[in-house]
């Protein structure tokens, strides 16, 4: 029987960790995800979350072992009408022997300050369990989606003659032409992060090894008409034969598209590849444009989950960093018992043409007209969720007749929320 004691939140020390530091970082994250990192991919890894604010809780001053561990990487994340910066939360985690002592609420508590002076108004994550960050005033924003459809249940509703041509690429190729179809795809989607070039040459292009896992090398296909780029997708395939003959299942690790064609004439190639029985594909919209293509929507058989945690850090700078549908004024009772600046009564007025209006925002006494939490705020904030599904759920209260209705159309975006990058 363990005789360990319970740790205060400030017996741990919270520090920078630095490049040398790495290694003991990452030997947490492995205990704690119970996975194995080869030294090829802490390689990769490090090329890419490298220069991440790494932060390690020691036990003392001058410790070596961390015993948990953060990172946030430096992004600018998509909102309505523009972009803001936002700390990219990831690699957090805590020994298994040491749960349960303070130490994530103290990394959490660092790591948000941090964010705060450094300007960034935000703070978003891919939640491990969404239990953990709720705590810390992490709103579920935006939603996740999953599919596996058998190619004999692929036909389109609305057949349509092909246009333009997929072709692949191979890796070197596919950095020139990939990477601008992704930006545009980022510029209006609510939700999409930028991404490094060390991002690209290490993460989504590239094709090691020990990232196949069993499964074919990577291919990337690209749909262009006239020469020019409108999507792409890049595929693992998984080799499964019996004596009936191929049942392979082909991976789809990424697919973006900016036109209805692209979409369409893309996704036909995928569901043609020879030998394919089934098709999977993880991080897609939800609603899935899909649904309303296939003559069996149900086929498609497409699984909903939670996608992007967005953290209100600034409360202010948050709300005036994106752009709103209409010209209102709502006054809002913020709880936010861990960030506690962003806590109190705030008063949003919007100004200026429909889905380019413009917020102020400053206390007031007012009476409020809709009360709620930080989290809450943050979910309805790239306009993906709306405040009276919130209410429905008994997470908003709603103060004055009506104020949740105009929330709706205040906050709505015209693009739902999306994030294709895992970190």
């Known amino acids: 029987m363990s005789t360990t004691t319970k740790r205060a939140t400030s017996a741990w020390h919270i520090r920078d960790a630095g490049t040398d530091e790495m290694r003991a970082c990452l030997a947490v994250i492995q205990a704690a995800f119970a996975e194995e990192v080869s030294d090829a991919e802490y390689d990769d890894w490090l090329k890419v979350f490298g220069d991440g604010r790494w932060i390690g809780a020691y036990e003392t001053e001058d410790g070596t072992e961390a015993r948990g561990c953060a990172a946030a990487l430096t992004f600018r994340l998509t909102v309505p009408g523009g972009e803001v910066p936002a700390a990219g939360v990831t690699a957090v985690a805590v020994r298994p022997d040491f749960h349960r002592r303070g130490i994530l609420r103290a990394l959490m508590r660092h790591q948000l300050e941090d964010v705060r002076q450094r300007g960034e108004p935000l703070a978003v994550l891919w939640a491990s369990e969404g239990v953990i960050y709720q705590r810390f005033g992490y709103g579920l924003a935006a939603m996740d989606g999953h599919f596996e459809v058998e190619t004999l249940r692929t036909a389109y509703t609305r057949p349509a003659a092909a246009e333009g041509r997929v072709r692949l690429v191979d890796e070197e190729g596919s950095a020139t032409v990939i990477p601008p179809v992704y930006d545009a795809m980022r510029q209006v989607t609510p939700g999409a992060v930028s991404r490094s070039d060390a991002w690209w040459r290490h993460g989504p292009l590239s094709d090691p090894a020990y990232s196949r896992r069993g499964s074919s090398p990577k291919y990337r296909a690209v749909y262009e008409v006239g020469g020019a780029a409108e999507g792409y997708a890049i595929y693992r395939i998984k080799d499964d034969w019996d004596h009936r003959g191929p049942r392979n299942r082909l991976e789809v690790k990424e697919a973006v598209t900016l036109t209805p064609r692209a979409l369409r004439e893309l996704w036909r190639f995928l569901f043609e590849v020879d030998l394919v029985r089934t098709v999977k594909a993880d991080r897609v919209p939800v609603p899935n444009p899909l649904q309303q293509i296939l003559a069996e929507p149900r086929a498609l058989g497409l699984i909903a989950g939670d996608g992007l945690w967005v953290r209100l850090v600034d409360l202010p700078a948050a709300l005036t960093g994106r752009r709103y ?34 917020a102020q925002i400053e206390r007031t006494e007012s009476v409020p007209d809709l009360v709620l939490d930080t989290a809450d705020l943050a979910a309805i904030y790239l306009g993906g969720i709306r405040p009276t599904e919130l209410a429905a759920a008994g997470r908003i209260e709603e103060r004055t007749p009506g104020a949740l209705r105009r ?14 990058s895992m970190f």
């Not at 018992?337 to 889905?355: K, L, Q, S, V």
């Not at 709505?412 to 994030?419: K, Q």
């Open 407 to 420: 929330a709706d159309v205040l906050f709505a975006a015209d693009r739902t929320p999306w994030c294709v």
């Open 325 to 358: 549908t209409t010209a209102d004024s709502l006054a809002l009772e913020v709880a936010d018992d861990f960030c506690p600046w962003n806590a109190g009564r705030w008063r949003i007025t919007t100004t200026g043409e429909p889905w380019a209006a413009v």
